[in-house]
């Protein structure tokens, strides 16, 4: 057996207890109805026993198509189902919060000017729904993985600032995320 072999297989089989509280960071390929793009992610998440977590997510992205970008940033308040199985730990989840998402005519017109959109959704009522699996690699750290879909909730209420756009499509109010990174323990 190769040395990577013995250390991927050591660390496997460690058994630490798991992660009550900790932070994460990571990258999402993200991607709305017709259009792709990247984002950053960073969060907190204290495990409530053994079969609940309470989470905060933070995140900004831009999603383009050939004629038109849009950027992404939220603020998630999150609740979890935890399934623990082994050293993997699967949480399925909620979020209530708040996004925004802003609509550029070009990738040099958001480069030029990165805060002055066609149209903007800004910080109104969000709701966000996720799957994700860790893994618990060393006594510090946890690996992860992500599954996303979030929404703005425009209708029925005027929360939030809202600046053109007055017939949303769904790639304007939407997106998914497929994110991975590292949880640092705290506690």
């Not at 809202?162 to 995320?177: A, L, S, Y």
């Amino acid at each position: 057996m190769s040395l990577v072999t013995l250390v991927v297989l050591a660390t496997l089989t460690a058994n630490p207890e798991p992660q009550k509280l900790g932070v994460s960071v990571g990258g999402t390929y993200l991607a709305a109805p017709g259009a792709n793009g990247a984002a950053a992610t960073a969060g907190v998440r204290l495990a409530m026993g053994r079969l609940f977590a309470l989470g905060f997510d933070l995140g900004w992205g831009v999603v383009a198509t050939s004629t038109v970008v849009h950027d992404r940033w939220w603020l998630m308040p999150t609740a979890a189902f935890v399934i623990p199985v082994g050293r993997v730990r699967i949480d399925l989840g909620a979020g209530l919060g708040f996004a925004t998402a802003s609509g550029y005519d070009s990738m040099d017109a958001f480069l030029a000017a990165p805060f002055m959109p066609v149209w903007a959704f800004q910080l109104v009522p969000a709701v966000r729904g996720h799957v994700g699996g860790a893994v618990t690699l060393s006594d510090s750290i946890d690996g992860f993985l992500r599954l996303d879909a979030g929404s703005l909730l425009l209708e029925g209420q005027k929360l939030g600032f809202r600046d053109g756009n007055p017939n949303p499509t769904i790639m304007d109010t939407t997106w998914f995320g497929l994110s991975v990174g590292v949880a640092f323990r705290l506690l």
